[in-house]
């Protein structure tokens, strides 16, 4: 059954703020991906704002334009909630049934989730731990309604069938454990350069850590040489923070992103990083690239091939 599963098809689709990008991929197994269609178009201006759809019907045409230009015909779909909106949180409660967990979160959903009183929407997912312990550990995950319907709506309009919303850091954490750039025991730092912000995602032994948005202003090519270096800076005191928050050495810095699919940022953040960490890291710390070692994904589309991947992949 679930391996019927895993041979589906499904396309991830990424939604930013000047470029959708769209990626179908059949998952047979972590390692094992068949990409059928990778595409992109410009995000159509007015029909996002920082990650909330103001026009559907815009954003509809976007999309439509991102799956004609990769060739794509599938129809079911995984979409993501902008870094910035979304909520991460582990959490520790007494031992008890899940669902009993989701109803009681669900009723004081204001003490856990920061914007519940306008509406949010949620999961759990429980982490190992030994059946003598009095208390269980829980991954947190939430957006804000508004925003989930929003993206759910612009899909529709757009042909599309959501079977899942995700966000984007674990869809991230999940695309780079399918390149093999993922140490399951140790400790990884995720940075997706986007056109408009750089998210920074922390990760021990595959639990989300720390989560931050930087704003990445003035990023055209006439600006980069200026503008970049104030945000890099930025992301190494973002580290710096990260690496008292893991428990384990912190082992590889991934880089995804990309304004148009260019790699630029990410090799001249690589370099960067390197000549400020490096001295303060295990021998086998590394920055790179969130490379496909296929090449058959663009380093642009990384967050959406994680969305086309099923989490039940690596569980």
């Known amino acids: 059954m679930l391996e019927r599963w895993f041979r589906r098809s499904l396309v991830g689709v990424d939604i930013g703020s000047r470029a ?31 990650g909330q759809v103001r026009e559907p019907q815009l954003l509809a045409r976007g999309i439509r334009e991102a799956l004609a230009q990769g060739k794509i015909t599938q129809r079911r779909a995984a979409l993501a909630v902008s870094a910035h909106l979304g909520f991460i949180r582990r959490l520790s ?36 731990s030994g059946d003598e312990q009095p208390e269980m550990s829980v991954v947190l995950a939430a957006a804000p309604r508004s925003t989930v319907t929003g993206l759910m709506t612009a899909a529709r309009l757009a042909g599309l069938a959501a079977e899942r919303v995700d966000l984007e850091p674990l869809a991230l954490y999940r695309a780079a454990a399918a390149t093999g750039q993922i140490l399951p025991d140790g400790a990884v730092a995720l940075v997706d350069l986007g056109a408009s912000a750089a998210v920074i995602s ?40 990260a690496l008292t928050q893991v428990s384990v050495p912190l082992s590889r ?55 086309s991947l099923p989490p039940e992949l690596f569980t």
């Open 20 to 50: 959708i990008k769209v990626i179908e991929v059949e998952a047979q197994a972590p390692d094992r991906l068949r990409v059928i269609g990778v595409g992109s178009a410009e995000t159509p201006p007015g029909a996002l704002e920082r």
């Open 93 to 128: 409660f007494p031992r008890m049934p899940l669902k009993e967990l989701r109803a009681s979160i669900e009723l004081q959903a204001e003490r856990y989730i920061p914007f519940a009183h306008d509406g949010a929407v949620f999961d759990i997912h429980p982490l190992p």
């Open 202 to 241: 922390l990760f021990d032994a595959g639990v989300p850590v720390v989560s931050r948005v930087l704003d990445m202003p003035n990023l055209e090519q006439e600006a980069r040489a200026e503008g970049t270096e104030e945000i890099f800076w930025d992301i190494r005191r973002s580290l710096e923070f």
């Open 253 to 307: 810095v991934l880089v995804a992103g990309g304004v148009g699919g260019d790699d630029y940022l990410a090799l001249s953040l690589a370099a960067y990083l390197r000549s400020f960490l490096a001295n303060r890291l295990p021998g086998d710390f590394a920055v790179q690239p969130m490379r496909d070692p296929g090449d058959r994904v663009p380093l642009s589309h990384m967050l959406a091939l994680g969305l």
